[in-house]
């Protein structure tokens, strides 16, 4: 066998075979989800230290089942590479016997000549692993697995749904690292992005992602904290896309009130960032009297057109970021 393969054991016919998987240089190695076909990525001794019955889940769509079953492609083609070494010799084998005293004749002149060889068998090296590498290690805050992922993720390999918190501020990172990628594009390109209003867009796009960020933590949170949760949300619509809406739910399930958990200056910058993305969504960002009602300091008129920037969008992700460990940090008295 190459090197990289052996047989462990044979009973009768049945021959087991142990092919080793390399792991990259920080000593992980990939998996692939049999479902969405996405790759992730493993530490090499935690997965060792799992039971052999262990349950994967796909980091990405939340797909489980049998460890065996998310083998990479190219951990797939070595094992058969092996596997058809193996059985090459295993039918050398059977011709040899089969032609062991076998003597052809040429008697008749109607006989056919069968004439056998053996030869020896010399195996090539058994494909190398080569897939996408690591940009960060991450750990299950409840497990301690690492493991690497190349997307918005939402499941631990091992425990399954991430914590609300930990997909919360995932999904703020994306959003600040979405920033930061837009500002290192090359000048001329930034300034025909620019004029195109793609900025703009980019900007407006993160006001509407906060709210939806907090949002499904808000929901998260009080459905697995309040017992009656379905009972109180029912017929209040989207609820948790209204900051002061929000506050009250909570307090009315006997949990601290927002307001006062956030400091009361942020908390006023998240309701004017709260109602900017509502005039955005629902208004094409024209200001309209709902709007200054919530921003009454604000020096805008109705009809007026609101503009962003992305100085103000770092902020946004700041005071959201607070406002999340908030929500997530509510206990009942």
Known sequence: MA???EIVGRDSDSFEMKVSIPSDEDG??????????QIFRIDG?????????VVLWCVYCGHHDEHSEFMTQQQLDRALRAAGDLGVQ??????????????SSRRSEFGIEISYRTEPFYPEPLPG????????????????????????????????????????LDALAAETARLDGVAQLPAQTAAMLREQGV????????????????????????????????????GKGNIFQRLDHTADLFVDAGYPDLRTVVDPARWQRLIEFWAARHVFTHNDGLVDEKYLTKVPASTMRIGQRLTTTEQLCRQAIAD??????????LTAP
């Open 3 to 5: 090197s990289g393969a």
């Open 45 to 53: 001794n935690d997965y060792d230290a799992l039971p052999d019955e």
């Open 320 to 329: 959201t970021e607070v406002l999340c460990r908030a929500v997530a940090g």
């Open 90 to 103: 295993l039918i050398g084998q059977a011709l040899d016997q089969a032609f062991s005293g076998f003597r």
């Open 129 to 168: 692993i080569d897939e996408e590498k690591l940009i960060r290690i991450r750990s299950c805050e409840r497990c301690s697995l690492r493991y690497a992922v190349f997307g918005e993720h939402r499941f631990c390999p091992v425990c399954g749904h991430l914590p609300a918190l930990v997909v919360a």
């Open 28 to 37: 992980f190695f990939g998996r692939q989800c049999p479902s969405c076909r």
């Open 199 to 234: 900025f703009t867009r980019l900007w407006v796009d993160t006001l509407k992602n906060l709210v939806g960020v907090v949002e499904a933590l808000g929901t998260a949170v009080f459905r697995d904290t309040v017992p009656d949760a379905d009972q109180r949300l029912r």
